[in-house]
């Protein structure tokens, strides 16, 4: 029987920040970043724009990592927020995770204790038997990648691409 393969974005479509996608294979849950965006003119009084984490916190016993490509904050400022509800391993450089903790006691004045796992930007390992694998990608910060998963109907690909 084939992997049966869904993609959520919770944040980012259409959009600049807010950065966040679920990828479901069979039961299995994984994030791709979590991200904030600045509030424009019409949301007075609002510091930051989050995701919406309903279906993440709905699921939670279903997910099984969050990968961080690089250490913006429009990819990594909303994690503090989800991670006070729904505690995952999260993935990810060791630049990007020197920012979110960086980010973490800047904005949310505290340490929050993440379960992280610094990858190296060429890294493969495995993640709920599934074969993971960082790479190299070019943008404006130190330690950028790529991710892919590996299914049984090919592999999903991730990266992050600025639409400026």
Known sequence: ?????????????????????????????FVFECGIRDPDKTLPGVDYVIPRFDYLVENQR????????????????????????????????????AMLKMFTRHIHKNDAVYVTHEIEPTSSFSVAGRKVHFFHTAHNIAESSGVSIETDIGDIVFTRSEER
């Open 1 to 29: 029987m084939s992997d049966k393969v869904r993609i959520i974005p919770l944040g980012g479509q259409d959009e600049e920040g807010k950065n966040c996608y679920v990828v479901e294979i069979n039961d299995d849950i």
């Open 62 to 97: 279903r997910i099984k990592a969050i990968f961080l490509t690089h250490g913006h904050d429009d990819v990594i400022g909303g994690l503090a927020y989800l991670y006070d509800q729904i505690k995952a391993p999260i993935y990810g450089s060791k630049v990007s995770i």
